[in-house]
T-cell receptor, first 113, second 108 residues
Framework: NAGVTQTPKFRILKIGQSMTLQCAQD?????MYWYRQDPGMGLKLIYY???????DKGEVPNGYNVSRSTTEDFPLRLELAAPSQTSVYFC????FGAGGGYTFGSGTRLTVV | GIQVEQSPPDLILQEGANSTLRCNFS?????LQWFHQNPWGQLINLFY???GTKQNGRLSATTVATERYSLLYISSSQTTDSGVYFC??????????FGQGTRLTINP
Protein backbone atom coordinates (compact mmCIF):
# COMPACT_ATOMS: atom_id res chain seq x y z
CA ASN A 1 0.00 0.00 0.00
CA ALA A 2 1.89 3.08 -1.25
CA GLY A 3 -0.53 5.73 0.11
CA VAL A 4 -0.09 9.07 -1.68
CA THR A 5 2.73 9.24 -4.20
CA GLN A 6 4.04 12.52 -5.55
CA THR A 7 6.48 13.02 -8.40
CA PRO A 8 8.92 14.60 -8.90
CA LYS A 9 10.46 15.23 -5.47
CA PHE A 10 12.50 18.20 -6.70
CA ARG A 11 12.34 20.44 -9.75
CA ILE A 12 13.89 23.66 -10.95
CA LEU A 13 11.94 25.66 -13.55
CA LYS A 14 12.81 28.77 -15.47
CA ILE A 15 10.39 31.68 -15.48
CA GLY A 16 7.68 31.11 -18.06
CA GLN A 17 8.09 27.33 -18.26
CA SER A 18 5.25 24.95 -17.51
CA MET A 19 5.12 21.65 -15.70
CA THR A 20 2.78 19.10 -14.17
CA LEU A 21 3.14 17.78 -10.63
CA GLN A 22 1.83 14.27 -10.40
CA CYS A 23 -0.16 12.83 -7.49
CA ALA A 24 -1.58 9.34 -7.19
CA GLN A 25 -3.27 7.51 -4.31
CA ASP A 26 -4.15 3.85 -4.03
CA UNK A 27 -6.51 4.01 -1.05
CA UNK A 28 -9.69 4.66 -3.05
CA UNK A 29 -10.10 8.00 -1.29
CA UNK A 30 -12.68 10.23 -2.88
CA UNK A 31 -11.24 13.56 -1.72
CA MET A 32 -7.91 14.85 -2.98
CA TYR A 33 -6.12 18.15 -2.37
CA TRP A 34 -3.17 20.24 -3.43
CA TYR A 35 -1.43 22.51 -0.92
CA ARG A 36 1.60 24.73 -1.06
CA GLN A 37 3.88 25.50 1.86
CA ASP A 38 6.10 28.56 1.73
CA PRO A 39 9.18 28.71 4.01
CA GLY A 40 8.26 29.02 7.68
CA MET A 41 4.55 29.05 6.93
CA GLY A 42 1.59 26.74 7.18
CA LEU A 43 -0.05 25.09 4.21
CA LYS A 44 -2.45 26.86 1.90
CA LEU A 45 -5.05 25.08 -0.20
CA ILE A 46 -4.66 25.49 -3.96
CA TYR A 47 -7.35 23.16 -5.35
CA TYR A 48 -9.34 20.21 -4.17
CA UNK A 49 -11.52 17.51 -5.65
CA UNK A 50 -14.45 15.62 -4.11
CA UNK A 51 -14.42 12.92 -6.78
CA UNK A 52 -13.56 12.11 -10.36
CA UNK A 53 -14.61 14.90 -12.70
CA UNK A 54 -15.18 17.44 -9.89
CA UNK A 55 -12.66 20.10 -8.84
CA ASP A 56 -12.89 23.36 -6.93
CA LYS A 57 -10.64 26.28 -6.04
CA GLY A 58 -9.01 26.74 -2.68
CA GLU A 59 -7.38 29.83 -1.18
CA VAL A 60 -4.60 30.35 -3.72
CA PRO A 61 -5.62 28.92 -7.13
CA ASN A 62 -4.16 31.60 -9.42
CA GLY A 63 -1.48 30.27 -11.75
CA TYR A 64 -2.53 26.65 -11.34
CA ASN A 65 -4.90 24.18 -12.94
CA VAL A 66 -6.03 20.70 -11.97
CA SER A 67 -7.96 17.80 -13.41
CA ARG A 68 -9.43 14.63 -11.90
CA SER A 69 -10.19 12.13 -14.60
CA THR A 70 -9.82 9.12 -12.28
CA THR A 71 -10.24 8.48 -8.55
CA GLU A 72 -6.54 7.73 -8.22
CA ASP A 73 -4.87 10.68 -9.97
CA PHE A 74 -4.94 14.40 -9.31
CA PRO A 75 -2.26 16.26 -11.31
CA LEU A 76 -1.46 19.94 -10.71
CA ARG A 77 -0.48 22.01 -13.71
CA LEU A 78 1.65 25.16 -13.48
CA GLU A 79 1.42 27.41 -16.52
CA LEU A 80 3.95 30.21 -17.08
CA ALA A 81 5.92 29.59 -13.89
CA ALA A 82 6.77 32.64 -11.77
CA PRO A 83 9.24 33.07 -8.85
CA SER A 84 6.24 33.47 -6.52
CA GLN A 85 5.43 29.80 -7.19
CA THR A 86 8.67 28.66 -5.55
CA SER A 87 7.36 26.48 -2.73
CA VAL A 88 6.90 22.95 -1.47
CA TYR A 89 3.78 21.34 -2.86
CA PHE A 90 1.86 18.65 -0.96
CA CYS A 91 -0.84 16.41 -2.29
CA UNK A 92 -3.26 14.79 0.15
CA UNK A 93 -6.27 12.52 0.09
CA UNK A 94 -9.05 11.63 2.48
CA UNK A 95 -12.23 9.62 2.81
CA PHE A 96 -15.42 11.64 3.01
CA GLY A 97 -16.90 11.22 6.43
CA ALA A 98 -13.91 9.31 7.81
CA GLY A 99 -12.70 12.36 9.70
CA GLY A 100 -9.02 12.15 10.36
CA GLY A 101 -8.24 9.90 7.43
CA TYR A 102 -6.02 12.45 5.77
CA THR A 103 -2.87 11.13 4.15
CA PHE A 104 -0.19 13.41 2.75
CA GLY A 105 2.39 12.75 0.08
CA SER A 106 6.04 13.47 0.76
CA GLY A 107 6.01 16.75 -1.17
CA THR A 108 7.55 18.29 -4.28
CA ARG A 109 10.10 21.06 -3.79
CA LEU A 110 9.81 23.49 -6.71
CA THR A 111 12.16 26.38 -7.42
CA VAL A 112 11.43 28.91 -10.16
CA VAL A 113 14.45 30.94 -11.31
CA GLY B 1 -13.62 33.11 6.81
CA ILE B 2 -12.03 30.33 8.76
CA GLN B 3 -9.28 31.29 11.21
CA VAL B 4 -6.87 29.07 13.11
CA GLU B 5 -4.33 30.62 15.47
CA GLN B 6 -1.59 28.73 17.30
CA SER B 7 0.64 29.55 20.23
CA PRO B 8 3.44 29.70 21.04
CA PRO B 9 5.13 30.08 17.64
CA ASP B 10 8.36 28.57 18.98
CA LEU B 11 9.18 26.32 21.92
CA ILE B 12 12.59 25.00 22.99
CA LEU B 13 12.74 22.34 25.68
CA GLN B 14 15.10 19.82 27.18
CA GLU B 15 14.48 16.13 26.67
CA GLY B 16 12.07 14.81 29.28
CA ALA B 17 10.10 18.05 29.66
CA ASN B 18 6.35 18.37 29.14
CA SER B 19 4.70 20.89 26.84
CA THR B 20 1.30 22.30 25.96
CA LEU B 21 0.48 23.75 22.57
CA ARG B 22 -2.64 25.82 22.06
CA CYS B 23 -4.94 26.38 19.08
CA ASN B 24 -7.80 28.89 18.88
CA PHE B 25 -10.23 28.58 15.99
CA SER B 26 -13.13 30.49 14.55
CA UNK B 27 -16.83 29.64 14.52
CA UNK B 28 -16.70 28.30 10.96
CA UNK B 29 -14.48 25.35 11.94
CA UNK B 30 -16.56 22.20 12.27
CA UNK B 31 -13.73 19.75 12.93
CA LEU B 32 -10.15 19.90 14.08
CA GLN B 33 -6.95 17.93 13.55
CA TRP B 34 -3.40 18.06 14.84
CA PHE B 35 -0.49 17.21 12.55
CA HIS B 36 3.24 16.88 13.13
CA GLN B 37 5.66 17.92 10.39
CA ASN B 38 8.97 16.27 11.14
CA PRO B 39 12.36 17.77 10.21
CA TRP B 40 12.27 15.83 6.93
CA GLY B 41 9.06 17.57 5.91
CA GLN B 42 6.69 14.64 6.33
CA LEU B 43 3.21 15.46 7.59
CA ILE B 44 1.89 12.98 10.13
CA ASN B 45 -1.69 12.93 11.36
CA LEU B 46 -1.75 12.94 15.18
CA PHE B 47 -5.36 13.45 16.22
CA TYR B 48 -8.72 14.08 14.67
CA UNK B 49 -10.46 15.79 17.59
CA UNK B 50 -13.55 17.95 17.01
CA UNK B 51 -14.32 17.72 20.72
CA GLY B 52 -13.33 15.85 23.86
CA THR B 53 -10.01 14.27 24.76
CA LYS B 54 -7.89 11.64 23.05
CA GLN B 55 -4.60 10.06 24.01
CA ASN B 56 -1.96 8.23 22.04
CA GLY B 57 1.09 7.24 24.07
CA ARG B 58 2.87 10.36 25.32
CA LEU B 59 0.61 12.64 23.31
CA SER B 60 -2.89 13.73 24.15
CA ALA B 61 -5.26 16.38 22.86
CA THR B 62 -8.32 18.14 24.19
CA THR B 63 -10.77 20.26 22.24
CA VAL B 64 -13.37 22.44 23.94
CA ALA B 65 -15.58 23.23 20.97
CA THR B 66 -17.90 25.59 22.87
CA GLU B 67 -14.92 27.80 23.73
CA ARG B 68 -13.22 27.37 20.35
CA TYR B 69 -9.86 26.05 21.47
CA SER B 70 -7.79 22.90 21.42
CA LEU B 71 -4.70 21.85 23.37
CA LEU B 72 -1.99 19.35 22.45
CA TYR B 73 0.01 17.88 25.32
CA ILE B 74 3.38 16.22 24.88
CA SER B 75 4.80 14.49 27.93
CA SER B 76 8.36 13.26 28.54
CA SER B 77 9.57 14.90 25.32
CA GLN B 78 12.05 13.09 23.11
CA THR B 79 14.32 14.54 20.43
CA THR B 80 12.19 12.79 17.80
CA ASP B 81 9.27 15.02 18.86
CA SER B 82 11.05 17.98 17.26
CA GLY B 83 9.38 19.60 14.29
CA VAL B 84 6.40 21.79 13.61
CA TYR B 85 2.97 21.04 15.05
CA PHE B 86 0.02 22.24 13.04
CA CYS B 87 -3.52 22.72 14.22
CA UNK B 88 -5.85 22.34 11.26
CA UNK B 89 -9.42 23.49 10.97
CA UNK B 90 -11.79 21.61 8.73
CA UNK B 91 -14.54 23.49 7.00
CA UNK B 92 -17.38 22.29 4.85
CA UNK B 93 -16.38 19.82 2.15
CA UNK B 94 -13.34 18.49 3.97
CA UNK B 95 -11.20 21.55 3.28
CA UNK B 96 -8.26 21.83 5.68
CA UNK B 97 -7.04 25.23 6.84
CA PHE B 98 -3.69 25.16 8.59
CA GLY B 99 -2.61 27.36 11.45
CA GLN B 100 0.87 28.89 11.31
CA GLY B 101 2.31 26.10 13.45
CA THR B 102 4.36 25.77 16.63
CA ARG B 103 8.02 24.94 16.04
CA LEU B 104 9.14 22.58 18.81
CA THR B 105 12.82 21.90 19.42
CA ILE B 106 13.78 19.21 21.92
CA ASN B 107 17.42 19.34 22.97
CA PRO B 108 19.17 16.23 24.33
Amino acid sequence: NAGVTQTPKFRILKIGQSMTLQCAQDMNHNYMYWYRQDPGMGLKLIYYSVGAGITDKGEVPNGYNVSRSTTEDFPLRLELAAPSQTSVYFCASSYFGAGGGYTFGSGTRLTVV
Amino acid sequence: GIQVEQSPPDLILQEGANSTLRCNFSDSVNNLQWFHQNPWGQLINLFYIPSGTKQNGRLSATTVATERYSLLYISSSQTTDSGVYFCVGIQGAQKLVFGQGTRLTINP
